[in-house]
């Protein structure tokens, strides 16, 4: 133009200018630069940048141009962030703006899928949106959906985009893609090394987003080009390979794999094949395809395996958890991100704050960060609120049942896409997922065999492998061990299944049976050695245990009222005591069980009241336990009746009446020839003379104890009996030493899990340290005392006469000051107070050390001193 021209170029140019500056600032818009002819310019909303396009391509068309000086515009937009950089606009979004507008001809409009989305429903009504697919814009890593700007007074028919020339056909994203980096770093690199990558995962995972981002990546790895080919539609795998020839092009009069084969050949190009698994027979035809063309490369999406030799296969995980409730932790998760940004498609102001971080870190939790779920619960916010949705959700998942009328019928509803999987299985695979859905918090291949015993699973390991294929199933590796999960919407979905089927009553009892059976299996080895062994397993299963004496506490007591002893033990060592108090209460209350089994109920439940230091609760439980140990002449568990209800009377300072439940007990434990009985009952007369103030006959019955519960490897035993003659070094004023053995048993106990006699070891240490230090003292008792009101149990020290670091520190520390002290050590975690003391132990130089029971028996105490809370249980 400018050699068309002349000079009259000038004005033509001067013009142009003035209409798009006119243009910007009538819409609110900012000028930010020129180059050239070329204009840049920002906007505070899509919508204003939409109206500026519009009224500068009207002027532009409205203006009487000279001969031969008509100018068109091309014009390109785009949402996202930039920075300032001097007095100009940087970044990633203003060079993929710039792009835009690079591919667009004189008078369109062009503009990206974020400004489309985030336009909506506000442009006006006679104007609309063109979607022209997706395009490879220059030096950009990922395809771009471009949209075009359509208005009844201006042109909309032009010419194929200015684009990349790679053949694709990549289905458009309707939505940002959000989070991944690893998954997509992950296949990007496997789809350089190997030829055939599966990615695998339940239904609603994200396989074909991931797969389509991945692809729309990789443009100049494929030169002949990316082809996505849908299968979801399909009803035989003879249809695959004609689905292909057509996608690609490949037509002729050959059959289709030749056609494909021919069409091909050592090209390089790029396979999607989306929702492979009910096509699983056309794996003979992409082996095929593979061996024939060297430079082929095929990315499958699948909820099980191709199983073929060249597979690799990449479980696609769901999206990353918050690690907490915390606005930080909730902001850079990766399923926040999505629920976020799927919130703001009804409300763009939506933004994550510290009043709602918590119930979206829940919402996404219960949903397992399963990305289908997450975007129709985003969907949902506007019925329920965020507090309202997480109820909902807490509840049922029935308010996902509701969703995206223009998805795939399959991802229309989360009950859909799980039907979806579900439609797949094969009878007996079904029935053992719904027998599976029984399980809470996991399950081993053992307590599965056992539930699915009489159910119409003919080989069970056989079913669990296809669900395991089928990304139904999810395995981790425990202890050595394989151990089986669900995923939580998953599960639901199955549990719904299962009552459906009218099998919930018959699958519920094996499973209540098996893991009552696992904790009374247990009872006689339960302090020794193997007692060690069973924890770990009772621990892992605990959500399985808390379901099964649930159950039972409704359909048949006796299996749970057998189970209470070994459950109260259970619970406190690893905390819970008020869970397990109501469930033991709960069972005593149902009808049915018994006598035997209420007997064991009575002393497990009594040992949870004793523990959570309601001892006028447990007097009566023991007092009832006694009465029917005589009646079936039951000498073990009468011992056990009889001690604790000796302990009882010593913590309600009924020290006569203790002496003498004691002895009974002690006689009945030597009559059944039961040492570990016998044992606790020596620590049980030790702390009855501590209290009585006979500090020189408790020494050596604490030691007597402490070395027998080491003779029979009782290392529970040990450690309590160790802070009892720590407990002698506090009353003599040697609080050096006696930090030194209560650190030795924290750091014993932490290395076992034992919760119970580590808070017991905390709390002690908490004295030993305030003598010391008062400052790091208060701290640590404060953090003792916020623990165990969390989770119950341990003893009030200053029953003993012990005093606390409150008053210990009193004449040297304010008031004030120890008050704040004091709060801040509540706001610690058991793991935060162990580290606490572990580091004041190291900047005091304290070591941690045994108790050494030739000084104990050389240097007795003279005075009052401590005694211990003995687990009777």
Known sequence: MVQRLGSAFEGVLAEHNRIMRAAVEESGGTEVSTDGDAFFAVFSTPVACMDAALVAQRALREQPWPEGGRVTVRMGAHSGEGSLGGDNYVGLDVNRAARV??????????????????????RDADVEFRDLGNYHLKDLDHAEQIFQLVAPDLPSDFPPLRTADVPINLPAQHSEFVGRPKEIEDVTRLLEAHRLITLTGVGGTGKTRLAVYVASGLIDNFPDGIFFVALDSFDHSDRVPSAIATVIGATGDLDPISSIIEVVGSGSMLL???NFEHVLAASSYVVRLLDSCPGLRVLVTSQTLLRLREEQVYPVPPLGLPADNQLLQVESSDSAALFVRRVWATDPSFEITEENSGAIAAIVTSLDGLPLAIELAASRVRLFGIDGLRAELDTRMSALDSGFSDAPERHQTLNNAIDWSYG????????????????VGGFSLD?????CRHSTVPNTL????????KSLVNSVSHGGKARFSMLKTIRAYATARLEEAGEAEEVGRSHAVFFTNLATGGVDSFRGPAGHTLMDRLVSERGNLSTAIEWSAYHDPELGLSAMMVLARYFEIVGGLDEGRDQGERLLQASGASTEARLTGLLGTASLLYWLHDYNGAEPLYDEAIVLADQLGDSAQSAEALFGLGYTYIWQGRLDEADLMIDRAHSAFERVGDRAGVRRVIAAKGTNQWLRGDIEGATPTFVSYFQESRAQGDTAEEHVAQLALGGLWLRRGEYVIAASIFIHVVERCQALDDYARLIMALDYAAIAVAHIDPTTGIRLEGA???IKDRRGGSLDLTILGLGDARTIAGSTVDHEEVRRLWEEGRELDLPEAVELLGEWAEQSDIESGPVDIDLVLKQRPTEGAATVHHPHS
């Open 272 to 274: 999607v094949l989306d």
């Open 784 to 786: 003792v005392m916020a």
């Open 101 to 122: 507008a690079a591919a667009a001809h004189g008078g369109q409009i062009l503009v990206s899928e974020p400004t489309r989305a985030l336009i909506g429903h506000s």
């Open 462 to 469: 056989d079913a669990l492998a296809s669900l395991l294929d």
């Open 447 to 451: 307590a599965l065999e056992a539930v």
């Open 424 to 439: 797949l299985l094969e009878p007996h695979e079904k029935a053992l997922l719904r027998s599976a859905s029984v399980f």
